[in-house]
């Protein structure tokens, strides 16, 4: 399995409000998205789907500015590595086409980045939605000169990269809450006392009182989300060190390798990053990294989220993992993300 090759400590990753991830939370309390239906007087009609891939970013960027510091800049931004990957791979997949371009089927992809240079505009950033699709976000950037556009991409460098992530993790929420599996939510909701929308297609691997296991299998594929939860005093036992302690002493137990004495640990090589973060009214911690096998030769990325439950006197935690040899695996983790954050403590 391919690794990257920069190690991080997760004491010295513990961030408070201002990780790669948290950050976006503060962002959706102070955003003001302008909401446009139609244009030009067809309100009303049904809108058509967006185009384009899951994780895809169209730039409308003229060539100039593309080929220099401002579309430089821009990549940087958009082609940051995904944390807590085995491979490296970026957040979004980048396509540029140039305003005369900017047409027809263009016009109806899910995730826009407009630029508009032109002398007399005044600098700034507009967060928008469903202008010429649904469900459709843009990011409409005006500036007077190419170093003014430059100048406003790299001031708001964190709130466009939180945006399109934001929303990108939001259509696949909203896709899993409107087809998720009654059976399982159901049994999620019995054993561990809380709401999760696992889509249908997933299986019942299985599921006790502590400990439940739900996953899409195939020959080259596990896709797996794992709830499990455990006593604890109060708050301060939401902690990283706890929280590793725990994952592995449950996947010791009820996640086994294919050889006799294997078992899922979290990989002592790469050790995990974690954000404190607020989530539907919860703070919780998030914490990403790889698993190995104990005595085995299989690995990947997971992640997952924890949560003090003062009702129950306990931590629950929704972690997911995939195994996905020799494969991209970022937008099969963004779909258990989006799994993972629908948690909702009943």
């Keep these: 399995m391919v690794r990257s090759n920069t190690r991080r400590n997760y004491k010295a990753c513990l961030l408070k409000q201002t990780g790669f991830f948290v950050f976006i939370s503060f962002l959706l309390l102070t955003w003001s998205c302008d909401t446009v239906q139609q244009q030009g007087g067809m309100a009303g009609r049904i809108m058509p789907n967006v185009t384009g891939g899951t994780g895809e970013v169209l730039v409308v ?9 401002a579309g430089d800049l821009l990549q940087d931004i958009l082609k940051e590595e995904y944390p807590g990957l085995p491979q490296s791979e970026p957040l979004f997949d980048v396509l540029q086409v140039t305003a005369s371009s ?24 507009r967060f928008r939605e469903n202008v010429w699709a649904k469900p459709q976000i843009m990011v409409q ?28 993790r939001n259509r696949l929420m909203n896709v899993y809450k409107d087809s998720k599996d009654p059976a399982i939510q159901k049994e999620i909701a019995i054993n561990h006392q809380i709401r999760l929308a696992i889509p249908r297609g997933y299986n019942m691997d299985f599921s006790k009182e502590d400990y ?19 006593p604890a005093n109060g708050p301060e036992d939401l902690n990283i060190e706890n929280i590793i302690e725990k994952r592995n002493s449950f996947t010791k137990t009820y ?5 006799e ?19 539907n009214n919860m703070d919780m911690v998030e914490v990403r990294g790889l698993w190995d096998l104990e005595n085995g030769f299989m690995g990947g990325p997971f992640v997952s989220h924890s949560v003090y439950d003062a ?35 009943i």
Aim: charged letters at 25%; zero cysteines; proline letters at 4%.
């Design 212 to 230: 439940t296991s739900v996953s899409i299998e195939s020959s080259d594929l596990s896709q797996v989300i794992q709830v499990y939860d455990f």
């Design 102 to 125: 900017f047409d027809g089927i263009y016009k109806f992809h899910r995730s826009i980045v407009l630029t508009t240079v032109s002398s007399g505009l005044e600098p700034r950033v």
């Design 311 to 345: 009702k129950h006197g306990r931590i629950v935690t929704v972690d997911g993992y995939v195994y996905h040899p020799n494969k991209k695996k970022r937008v099969k983790l963004r779909q258990l993300e989006a799994i993972i954050y629908s948690m909702e403590l």
């Design 61 to 69: 960027m003229d060539q100039f500015n593309w080929d220099n510091s």
């Design 261 to 279: 004495g294997s078992y899922m640990i979290i990989s002592k090589m790469f050790e995990p990053i974690a954000y404190d973060l607020k989530s």
């Design 255 to 259: 996640v086994q390798g294919p050889r």
């Design 141 to 168: 950037v005006e500036a007077p000169t190419a170093i003014a556009l430059k100048e406003l991409i790299g001031e708001n460098e964190e709130q466009i990269r939180g945006f399109l992530i934001q929303y990108d």
